[in-house]
């Protein structure tokens, strides 16, 4: 095929093998959060750059080099979102539902754009499922996040590989001063470090604790600790947050390293994070932004919130096969027919049934065919039945339904009878 006509790098198409799976995962995440109290919000894809400048801050990997950015026919400049939380606020603040200290407990869902190199679990256009909650300041709404992240995971059956990080940040005062002791120190060593850590040193030095780069890790050994520069309150909270991960038994661990790549965090943040997965293996990252929203020009709000990244936990329901048997089959039954006249007579046969069983899935032949070619499709389908009306099913008015999946003979339904029969044994639970 000729480049053009290509998917972009990165970015790719979800085929219908695959959207079963993807289906169960959301609907799954979708009903847990509606049981947890939270809202869905849809936000639009495609903001002002200026948006994202303002909220992820400039001197991050997403703005320096991530985001897909263009100028649009009014010449206005429009970045495709690289995340939610963003665009989350905005909404809120631009209508209003959190002015009055209204609590607000929100989800979203949807492809998020960052210019990376793709490979496994990293791409240009990637889903996330995002939660927002505005106006609750204490560790107890913190821990309800990761409460129902872990209840997640037993739902989907991938609690045993994943493992709980979690840090502190503090507050921004806290953060400025362990930010002054970190670049006197780092200063000392400045010639030792790489070429991208010298430069968030003046830009964003506490960036430089996520450095890959081997011999910066090594001066990090004995760099100062954010942990010895916590303010009380945000010792407190961390404290709170603790006691109530360890009420619910739910493991973690403290990894004083745990920055994040966005700059609005404050006090906690947290990782949910895999080894089965090679590198990507952060599945679900989050944490309080006490100080976004009057950044973006609200009132002082406190918010915390965390994104999933989908497709890398649906790598992981294949990679530990916790695929549900149940989503891998599309079709209950397969009606055949043979001769226009049991075709008319299916079709009406098939929507009586439809209005009798709405849950049914029930797949009509198309195309005609000859007996053989008929019952090969009804078995591709994967249908655990095949309803076949031939000459002398129409003679009887009855309808053959023929187990395909080794449940039994075949039997010879009357019409008036079919759907009766049918919601005994082939209706899904
Ligand atoms: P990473 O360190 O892997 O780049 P991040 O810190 O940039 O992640 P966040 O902005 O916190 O990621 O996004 C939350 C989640 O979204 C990540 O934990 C991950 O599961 C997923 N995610 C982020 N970027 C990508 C991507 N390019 N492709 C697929 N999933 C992604
Ligand atoms: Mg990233």
Not at 48 to 65: A, C, M, P
Not at 71 to 89: H, I, M, Y
Request: glycine residues 10%.
């Amino acid at each position: 095929m000729s480049k053009s006509l290509q998917a972009i790098r990165g970015m790719n198409d979800i085929l219908p093998d695959q959207t079963p799976l993807w289906r169960y995962f959301e609907a799954t995440v979708a009903g847990l959060l509606d049981t947890y109290g939270y809202r869905q919000i849809r936000m639009p894809i495609v903001e002002f750059t200026e948006l994202f400048k303002r909220s992820i801050g400039e001197v991050t990997d997403i703005v320096e080099k991530e985001m897909y950015t263009f100028e649009d026919r009014n010449g206005d400049s429009l970045t495709l979102r690289p995340e939610g939380t963003a665009a989350c606020v905005r909404a809120v603040l631009e209508h209003g539902i959190s002015g009055g200290g209204q609590v607000q407990k929100l989800w979203y869902m949807g492809p998020m754009f960052r210019h990376e190199r793709p490979q496994k679990g990293r791409y240009r256009q990637f889903n996330q499922i995002g939660l927002e909650v505005f106006n609750l300041e204490g560790p107890d709404i913190d821990a309800e996040l990761i409460v129902l992240t872990w209840r997640l995971w037993a739902a989907l059956g991938i609690r045993d590989a994943v493992k709980l990080e979690l840090n502190s940040l503090g507050t921004s005062e806290a953060r400025a001063r362990y930010r002054d002791a970190l670049v006197a120190f780092l200063t000392q060593h400045l010639d030792v470090l790489d070429e991208d850590s010298q430069r968030r040193l003046k830009t964003n030095p506490l960036r430089v604790l996520d450095t890959k780069h081997p011999e910066t890790q090594a001066v990090l050994i004995n760099a100062p600790k954010l942990a010895d520069y916590l303010d009380e309150e945000s010792r407190v909270h961390f404290e709170g947050l603790k006691a109530r991960l360890d009420a619910v038994g739910i493991p973690y661990v403290i990894n004083p390293k745990l920055v994040r790549g966005l700059d609005y965090y404050s006090k906690t943040v947290f990782e949910w994070v895999t080894d089965k997965l090679g590198a990507q293996g952060t599945v679900c990252a989050g944490g309080r932004y006490d100080g976004l929203v009057e950044q973006m020009g609200g009132k002082p709000t406190p918010g915390v919130g965390f994104a999933m990244g989908i497709e890398r936990l649906i790598l992981l329901l294949e990679t530990l096969e916790q695929v549900p048997d149940s989503i891998a089959r599309q079709v209950d039954v397969y009606l055949c027919a043979f001769g226009e006249a049991a075709e008319l007579a299916g079709l009406a046969l098939a929507e009586r049934v439809r209005d009798q069983l709405p849950g049914l899935r029930l797949q009509v032949n198309a195309g005609a065919g000859s007996f053989k070619s008929q019952f090969k499709k009804a078995d591709k389908s994967g249908a655990l039945f095949a309803l076949i009306l031939g000459d002398d099913e129409m003679a009887a008015r009855q309808i053959g339904v023929k187990p395909l999946r080794g449940q039994g003979e075949q039997l010879n339904i009357a019409w008036d009878a079919l759907a009766e029969h049918l919601a005994t044994c082939a209706v899904q639970a």
